[in-house]
């Protein structure tokens, strides 16, 4: 009854694979892009080629780059012994958007989930703990998600890392700027209070 | 400061003309993309580069098709004298999911907009009119839009149908269905006034 053209089905669930995108956005992504001129078009499938042939994450850190370091590791100016621990290569970016940090970054590609069998060996948790025996490394700030995977991670890693004489830290958790008291969830709230400061 | 890898810039940038997609969800995207296996990621390249190698226009009616004539120019149970107009190939799909209709289509692709510098000859206008003069032809349908351009390319191409002998109607506004009348526009509710229908 209805025409389904196999080409357009392929393309829209592939654009459905996309985090967030449901059938009827994946529809509006294929027809747009049927409807592009034929190049244009293209020009998103050879990004994505581009993208996955010369993006890799760096040996050290987990960072993407397209050279044989990340521009963090590679950078002599940053901390190298100051190590910010996020969960994800995005988070790095959400970072260096702060401007603020000046040290250096470990993904871990994941939080752990024990419940879905994510355990250590899982995520670049040895590598992390390789990095910190090694030595020269003189914090670990922890910027895992404030969710119950981020936070299981956190207490996980605290515990593996502090035996070994570092610091460890994790970033705050408390109200966001422009937030509204009313709007904020209790959790939150409970944090903010219990991390409040002296002025 | 901010590290740019060219590729994944590309990337996003690409992403970003997807429509809706801003530059955060075109990051999130790109990311995703990274993240995932390789093939997994050209699986998304290659259904484009599929996609764009076998759809085309009907060339009867402009509909998307990956053979000769689209499912519904080529479907001999359906009424070729019964002509739905729409402006993009993609209001054929909401149309077939009526499962209402038996007629066939013909795709505009866009809408007459003086303002822009879109006329007739800039669409599937003269290729329409050819159809009606054909012969053949017992009503025009117009399903275009129900904003000021659609309201225009509908005025125009009844001004044109109509003098050929041919019915031309518009498909109704109204309150759509679940619409809840105080949240209903007062333009939509002018409009559904003056389609009232006797119980």
Redesign the interface.
């Known amino acids: ?3 389904v ?4 089905e ?2 829209t ?3 459905g ?4 995108v449901g059938r009827k ?1 994946a ?9 592009l001129e ?1 190049e ?16 890799r994450p760096c040996p050290v850190c987990g ?4 050279a044989d370091l ?3 590791c590679a950078d002599p100016t940053r901390q190298s012994g100051l190590i910010c621990v996020v969960s ?3 988070d790095v ?1 959400a970072m ?2 702060t ?1 603020e940090f000046r040290g250096c970054y470990h993904v871990l ?1 994941g939080s752990l989930s024990p419940m879905d069998g994510v355990g250590a060996e899982d995520l670049a948790i040895p590598q992390l703990l390789a990095r910190c025996r090694a030595g020269g490394v003189s914090e670990i700030i922890l910027a895992t998600n404030s969710d119950a995977k981020g936070d299981v991670t956190a207490a996980y890693l605290a515990g593996q890392i502090k035996p070994l004489g570092i610091a460890c830290t994790r970033i705050a958790r408390g109200i966001p700027i422009g937030g509204n008291l009313e709007y904020t969830d209790e959790i939150t709230l409970a944090q903010a209070l219990e991390g409040r400061k002296p002025l």
Chains 1, 2 share one sequence.
Do not use: N, W
């Not at 694979?17 to 967030?20: D, H």
């Not at 529809?27 to 409807?35: E, I, M, V």
């Not at 960072?63 to 397209?66: P, Q, R, S, W």
């Open positions: 009854m209805s025409a053209i196999p080409a357009i392929t393309l669930t592939q654009l694979k996309l985090p967030g956005t529809q509006r992504y294929a027809y747009h892009l049927l409807g034929e244009d078009a293209l020009e998103l499938a050879e990004a994505i080629r581009g993208a996955r042939a010369v993006v960072a993407y780059t397209d990340c521009v963090y994800d290569p995005k970016l260096e958007k401007r590609f």
